[in-house]
C-alpha cells in the first residue's frame, strides 16, 4: 500500500457554460518518502488536486468523485475534524499564496510552535526556540522580533517562509507543495528546495510537488506526472522522463523552455520551440485527444479517440497513439 | 571621441523613495532603489537587467519611461537630455519608446474593445488621421503580433494571457518607437506561450530594428534573448556585459551565485551549486562598501570600507568587486 493512493479522481465545476471537468479520471501514487512532481500549464488541474487531497477544496461549486485514499483510509469520506487534525500534522502544506495557510489571528511563532508543541511534547519556550529557528532556517531576517508578528506584518516574501517554517515544523509524512517557489528569486528557491530535501532526508517526509519549473522537477523529485487538461498524459521517474519523453506535450514543453547555456555560442539567435494555441476549454466536451489541437504528431485518429494511458516501458506511461513502445514493455 | 550617441545613456540614475513617517514625522527614512546606474542600449540592441526582486530594475525602467522622476542623474534619447523634459515636451520622446508590463490584464483597460486599445496611442500620437487609416492600422498591428485582424472587435476578457501580452505589444507597437522597455513581460506565461511571446519579440526586433530593455529575473530567458547583461544588486550594477562572455566567464561573486542557483531542467547535469545564504539587506540602510559583501563568500575588510568601482575587465566586460580577478 503506498502512502497516498488517488484513483479516478473526479473534480468537477459547475460553470455558465457548461461542467468543468477540472480533473478528469486521475490517478497515481505517492509513495512514503518519495518525491513526485506534478507538472502541467496553467489550468491543468493541478492546484485542485491538491486541494482536495488536503479537504480544502470547496463543494460546491466543486463535485469531487474518486478515492484519496492516505494510509489506506479515504478521505474523500473523512469528517472535517479528521481532515483538520490530518492538516499540519500528517500532511502539511505550502501554497504559493501564503495567506491560505496562514492564521491571520495568530503570531508566526504561535503557529509554528503550535505543530511542534503537538508533536515534540516541548515546553512553550522551548517550542519558541524552535519557532526562531525554523524561522532562521527559511532565511527569515531578525526571526527574535518575527516570531512574534502576526501574517500580515510580514512582506509576501517573508509570508511564504513563514508558511513553509510551519509546514516543515510538524514533520509530516506527506508535505504537499503547490508552486512554492514561483514567488521567490532564485537564490531563495535554492535555499527552501534545500530545506525540503533536509526534512525528506531527516524525517523521511513524502512530496507532492507542484511546479510548471522543469528546472525544480529535475532537481528536486525522483517521479514525475505530467498533466494536460485534468488528466495524466505521461509519468516516469525524472531521469527517464528528460531522457526519452514519450508524449508530445512533455517534449513540448521540455523543447520550450530556454536553457541556460543553450544559446551560447551561436551565431545568430536560437528560435525556441513553441507549442501552438492554447490549453482547451474544459467545459466543452473533448472528443479524442485533449491535446491534438496543438500537437505536431496528430493523425486523424487523434481527434476521434481518446488514448489510453499505457506503459510504453517500465515504469514510464504515456497516453498518445503513437507514444513509442519499448518492445520488452507490457 | 566622436562616435554618435547611442539610442539610450543613462549616466549615473539614482533613485530614492522617501517613506515612513505620516506628515508630522521626523523620520527621514529613504529607500534606496537605485544607486548610480550607467548604461548605454544601442539601436536594435537587447540590454537586459536581471537581478532579485527589489533589486531596482523596475525602477530604472519606470526612470527611463519618465513613468516616474529621477533624484538624480542623466538619460539621453539619441544624445538628447530628457530627464529634465516637461509633460508636454515628454510627447514626442514618448512616442518613441514605450513599455510593456508583467500583467497584461491590469495594463489594459477591460472596458474598452481591442481596437480602442490599440488605436489609443496612434490617435494621441496623431499617426492615423481617419477612423478607416486607424482600422486597417490596428488590424495590420495585431497580424503583426500573430492575433486575427478580427480580434478588435472584442474586449480583453475574452483573451488569453498570452494574448492579451501580444495585444498589449501590439499597443507598444502603434507609435513606431525606437525601444520597447519590457517589465517581466513574459515572466507570468506558461513556458510554451513564454516561448510563443518570446520568439515574436525577437522577431519583431529583428523585421523593426527596434532596440529593448528587457527586465527580467529569469536567467534563462535573458540569455536567451540578450545582446548585453548588466545584473543588479540592492540598486546598482555589480557586472554588466555582453552576453557570451557575461555568462561563460561571469566576474563578479554575485553573478556567479545567482548562476549557480538557477534549477537546471536536466537531472543528469553534475553542478556543484554555491547556495547563498541570507538575504538582501534592507535597501533603507544598505551596507557600507560593497552592497554585496554581507552574502558574499570573498569578502574581505576591504568589501566593507571601500565601494567597488564598476571596472572594465576588458573588452567592455565591467565588474563591479574588488576581486574580480579572481572569481
Ligand atoms: N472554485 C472554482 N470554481 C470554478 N472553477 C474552478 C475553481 N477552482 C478551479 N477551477 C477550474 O479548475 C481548473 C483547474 O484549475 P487549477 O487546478 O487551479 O489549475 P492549475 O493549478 O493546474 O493551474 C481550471 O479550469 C479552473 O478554472
Ligand atoms: N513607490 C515606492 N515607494 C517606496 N519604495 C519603493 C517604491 N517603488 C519601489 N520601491 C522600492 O525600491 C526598491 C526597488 O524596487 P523595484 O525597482 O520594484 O525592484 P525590482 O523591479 O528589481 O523588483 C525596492 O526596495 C522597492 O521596495
Ligand atoms: S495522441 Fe495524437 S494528438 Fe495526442 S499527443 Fe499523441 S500524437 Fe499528439
Ligand atoms: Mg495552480
Ligand atoms: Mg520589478
Redesign the pocket.
Same mark, same amino acid.
Do not use: W
Given at each position: 500500500m503506498a502512502l497516498l493512493e488517488v484513483r479516478d479522481l473526479q473534480i468537477h465545476f459547475r460553470t455558465a457554460t457548461g461542467v468543468n471537468r477540472a480533473v478528469d479520471g486521475l490517478s497515481f501514487d505517492i509513495e512514503a518518502g518519495e518525491a513526485l512532481a506534478v507538472v502541467g500549464e496553467s489550468g491543468c488541474g493541478k492546484s485542485v488536486t491538491s486541494m482536495s487531497i488536503l479537504g480544502l477544496l470547496p463543494t460546491p461549486p466543486g463535485k469531487i468523485a474518486g478515492q484519496i485514499r492516505f494510509r489506506g483510509q479515504n478521505l474523500l469520506n473523512a469528517s472535517e475534524s479528521r481532515m483538520r487534525k490530518l492538516r499540519g500534522a500528517e500532511i502539511g502544506m505550502i501554497f504559493q499564496e501564503p495567506m491560505t495557510s496562514l492564521n491571520p489571528v495568530f503570531t508566526i511563532g504561535q503557529q509554528i510552535g503550535e505543530s511542534v508543541r503537538l508533536h515534540e511534547k516541548a515546553s512553550r519556550a522551548e517550542a519558541r526556540d524552535r519557532a526562531i529557528e525554523m524561522l532562521r532556517l527559511v532565511g527569515i531576517p531578525s526571526p527574535e522580533r518575527r516570531v512574534d508578528e502576526y501574517p500580515h506584518q510580514l512582506s509576501g516574501g517573508m509570508r511564504q517562509r513563514a508558511m513553509i517554517a510551519i509546514a516543515l515544523a510538524c514533520n509530516p509524512a506527506l508535505l504537499v507543495a503547490d508552486e512554492p517557489t514561483t514567488a521567490l528569486d532564485v537564490t531563495i528557491q535554492a535555499q527552501i528546495l534545500d530545506l525540503m530535501q533536509d526534512l525528506r532526508s531527516k524525517v523521511g517526509s513524502a512530496v507532492m510537488l507542484i511546479t510548471h519549473d522543469l528546472g525544480v522537477v529535475a532537481e528536486f523529485a525522483e517521479r514525475v506526472l505530467v498533466m494536460y487538461a485534468g488528466r495524466k498524459v505521461e509519468e516516469a521517474t525524472v531521469r527517464d522522463l528528460f531522457r526519452t519523453p514519450r508524449h508530445p506535450y512533455t517534449q513540448g514543453l521540455l523543447k520550450a523552455v530556454p536553457r541556460l547555456g543553450s544559446s551560447l555560442g551561436a551565431e545568430t539567435s536560437v528560435r525556441l520551440a513553441e507549442i501552438p494555441g492554447r490549453v482547451p476549454d474544459l467545459s466543452k466536451p473533448l472528443r479524442g485527444c485533449a491535446f491534438a489541437d496543438r500537437c505536431p504528431r496528430a493523425q486523424e485518429v487523434c481527434h476521434r479517440i481518446d488514448p489510453a494511458l499505457e506503459t510504453k516501458a517500465a515504469g514510464h506511461l504515456a497516453a498518445c497513439h503513437f507514444a513509442p513502445r519499448e518492445v520488452s514493455a507490457a | 571621441m566622436t562616435d554618435a550617441p547611442h539610442l539610450i545613456e543613462v549616466r549615473n540614475l539614482v533613485k530614492r523613495?522617501p /517613506?515612513g513617517g505620516g506628515l508630522f514625522s521626523r523620520s527621514h527614512k529613504v529607500?534606496h532603489?537605485?544607486s548610480d546606474v550607467s548604461f548605454h542600449i544601442a539601436r536594435g540592441e537587447t540590454l537586459s537587467l536581471v +537581478?532579485? %526582486? $527589489?533589486? +531596482?530594475? %523596475?525602477?530604472?525602467g519606470k526612470c527611463l519611461a519618465r513613468l516616474i522622476p529621477l533624484t538624480e542623474g542623466e538619460i539621453t534619447l539619441d544624445g538628447q537630455r530628457i530627464d529634465g523634459l516637461s509633460r508636454s515636451q515628454m510627447k514626442p520622446v514618448r512616442k518613441r519608446l514605450n513599455v510593456v508590463f508583467q500583467d497584461p490584464f491590469s495594463s489594459l483597460n477591460p472596458r474598452m474593445t481591442v481596437e480602442d486599445l490599440v488605436a489609443e496611442p496612434l490617435r494621441s500620437h496623431g499617426m492615423a488621421r481617419t477612423r478607416a487609416e486607424r482600422h486597417a492600422r490596428v488590424g495590420d498591428l495585431l497580424e503583426k503580433v500573430g492575433l486575427a485582424r478580427e480580434a478588435m472587435a472584442r474586449m480583453p476578457h475574452q483573451f488569453s494571457g498570452g494574448q492579451r501580452q501580444r495585444i498589449c505589444i501590439a499597443r507598444a507597437l502603434a507609435s513606431e518607437p525606437d525601444i520597447i522597455i519590457c517589465?517581466e513581460a513574459v515572466s507570468a506565461l506558461d513556458v510554451s506561450v513564454q516561448a510563443q511571446i518570446i520568439n515574436l519579440l525577437m522577431d519583431l526586433q529583428k523585421d523593426l530594428g527596434l532596440a529593448l530593455l528587457f /527586465?527580467s529575473h529569469d536567467l534563462a530567458v535573458v540569455e536567451h534573448m540578450s545582446d548585453r547583461i548588466a545584473v543588479?544588486y540592492l $540598486?546598482r550594477i555589480m557586472e554588466i556585459a555582453d552576453r557570451e562572455s557575461l555568462f561563460r566567464h561571469p566576474r563578479h561573486p554575485y553573478t556567479r551565485a545567482l548562476l549557480s542557483a538557477v534549477p537546471l531542467p536536466d537531472p543528469e547535469a553534475d553542478r556543484d551549486r554555491a547556495v547563498l545564504t541570507g538575504d538582501v539587506p534592507s535597501?533603507i540602510d544598505p551596507p557600507s562598501g560593497c552592497f554585496f559583501r554581507t552574502r558574499c563568500p570573498m569578502a574581505t575588510d576591504r568589501c566593507a570600507a571601500e565601494v567597488p568601482a564598476l571596472r572594465d575587465m576588458g573588452a567592455g566586460h565591467m565588474s563591479a568587486c574588488h576581486y574580480a580577478e579572481d572569481v
Amino acid at each position: 500500500m503506498a502512502l497516498l493512493e488517488v484513483r479516478d479522481l473526479q473534480i468537477h465545476f459547475r460553470t455558465a457554460t457548461g461542467v468543468n471537468r477540472a480533473v478528469d479520471g486521475l490517478s497515481f501514487d505517492i509513495e512514503a518518502g518519495e518525491a513526485l512532481a506534478v507538472v502541467g500549464e496553467s489550468g491543468c488541474g493541478k492546484s485542485v488536486t491538491s486541494m482536495s487531497i488536503l479537504g480544502l477544496l470547496p463543494t460546491p461549486p466543486g463535485k469531487i468523485a474518486g478515492q484519496i485514499r492516505f494510509r489506506g483510509q479515504n478521505l474523500l469520506n473523512a469528517s472535517e475534524s479528521r481532515m483538520r487534525k490530518l492538516r499540519g500534522a500528517e500532511i502539511g502544506m505550502i501554497f504559493q499564496e501564503p495567506m491560505t495557510s496562514l492564521n491571520p489571528v495568530f503570531t508566526i511563532g504561535q503557529q509554528i510552535g503550535e505543530s511542534v508543541r503537538l508533536h515534540e511534547k516541548a515546553s512553550r519556550a522551548e517550542a519558541r526556540d524552535r519557532a526562531i529557528e525554523m524561522l532562521r532556517l527559511v532565511g527569515i531576517p531578525s526571526p527574535e522580533r518575527r516570531v512574534d508578528e502576526y501574517p500580515h506584518q510580514l512582506s509576501g516574501g517573508m509570508r511564504q517562509r513563514a508558511m513553509i517554517a510551519i509546514a516543515l515544523a510538524c514533520n509530516p509524512a506527506l508535505l504537499v507543495a503547490d508552486e512554492p517557489t514561483t514567488a521567490l528569486d532564485v537564490t531563495i528557491q535554492a535555499q527552501i528546495l534545500d530545506l525540503m530535501q533536509d526534512l525528506r532526508s531527516k524525517v523521511g517526509s513524502a512530496v507532492m510537488l507542484i511546479t510548471h519549473d522543469l528546472g525544480v522537477v529535475a532537481e528536486f523529485a525522483e517521479r514525475v506526472l505530467v498533466m494536460y487538461a485534468g488528466r495524466k498524459v505521461e509519468e516516469a521517474t525524472v531521469r527517464d522522463l528528460f531522457r526519452t519523453p514519450r508524449h508530445p506535450y512533455t517534449q513540448g514543453l521540455l523543447k520550450a523552455v530556454p536553457r541556460l547555456g543553450s544559446s551560447l555560442g551561436a551565431e545568430t539567435s536560437v528560435r525556441l520551440a513553441e507549442i501552438p494555441g492554447r490549453v482547451p476549454d474544459l467545459s466543452k466536451p473533448l472528443r479524442g485527444c485533449a491535446f491534438a489541437d496543438r500537437c505536431p504528431r496528430a493523425q486523424e485518429v487523434c481527434h476521434r479517440i481518446d488514448p489510453a494511458l499505457e506503459t510504453k516501458a517500465a515504469g514510464h506511461l504515456a497516453a498518445c497513439h503513437f507514444a513509442p513502445r519499448e518492445v520488452s514493455a507490457a | 571621441m566622436t562616435d554618435a550617441p547611442h539610442l539610450i545613456e543613462v549616466r549615473n540614475l539614482v533613485k530614492r523613495f522617501p /517613506i515612513g513617517g505620516g506628515l508630522f514625522s521626523r523620520s527621514h527614512k529613504v529607500v534606496h532603489a537605485v544607486s548610480d546606474v550607467s548604461f548605454h542600449i544601442a539601436r536594435g540592441e537587447t540590454l537586459s537587467l536581471v +537581478g532579485e %526582486s $527589489g533589486c +531596482g530594475k %523596475s525602477t530604472v525602467g519606470k526612470c527611463l519611461a519618465r513613468l516616474i522622476p529621477l533624484t538624480e542623474g542623466e538619460i539621453t534619447l539619441d544624445g538628447q537630455r530628457i530627464d529634465g523634459l516637461s509633460r508636454s515636451q515628454m510627447k514626442p520622446v514618448r512616442k518613441r519608446l514605450n513599455v510593456v508590463f508583467q500583467d497584461p490584464f491590469s495594463s489594459l483597460n477591460p472596458r474598452m474593445t481591442v481596437e480602442d486599445l490599440v488605436a489609443e496611442p496612434l490617435r494621441s500620437h496623431g499617426m492615423a488621421r481617419t477612423r478607416a487609416e486607424r482600422h486597417a492600422r490596428v488590424g495590420d498591428l495585431l497580424e503583426k503580433v500573430g492575433l486575427a485582424r478580427e480580434a478588435m472587435a472584442r474586449m480583453p476578457h475574452q483573451f488569453s494571457g498570452g494574448q492579451r501580452q501580444r495585444i498589449c505589444i501590439a499597443r507598444a507597437l502603434a507609435s513606431e518607437p525606437d525601444i520597447i522597455i519590457c517589465d517581466e513581460a513574459v515572466s507570468a506565461l506558461d513556458v510554451s506561450v513564454q516561448a510563443q511571446i518570446i520568439n515574436l519579440l525577437m522577431d519583431l526586433q529583428k523585421d523593426l530594428g527596434l532596440a529593448l530593455l528587457f /527586465i527580467s529575473h529569469d536567467l534563462a530567458v535573458v540569455e536567451h534573448m540578450s545582446d548585453r547583461i548588466a545584473v543588479m544588486y540592492l $540598486g546598482r550594477i555589480m557586472e554588466i556585459a555582453d552576453r557570451e562572455s557575461l555568462f561563460r566567464h561571469p566576474r563578479h561573486p554575485y553573478t556567479r551565485a545567482l548562476l549557480s542557483a538557477v534549477p537546471l531542467p536536466d537531472p543528469e547535469a553534475d553542478r556543484d551549486r554555491a547556495v547563498l545564504t541570507g538575504d538582501v539587506p534592507s535597501p533603507i540602510d544598505p551596507p557600507s562598501g560593497c552592497f554585496f559583501r554581507t552574502r558574499c563568500p570573498m569578502a574581505t575588510d576591504r568589501c566593507a570600507a571601500e565601494v567597488p568601482a564598476l571596472r572594465d575587465m576588458g573588452a567592455g566586460h565591467m565588474s563591479a568587486c574588488h576581486y574580480a580577478e579572481d572569481v
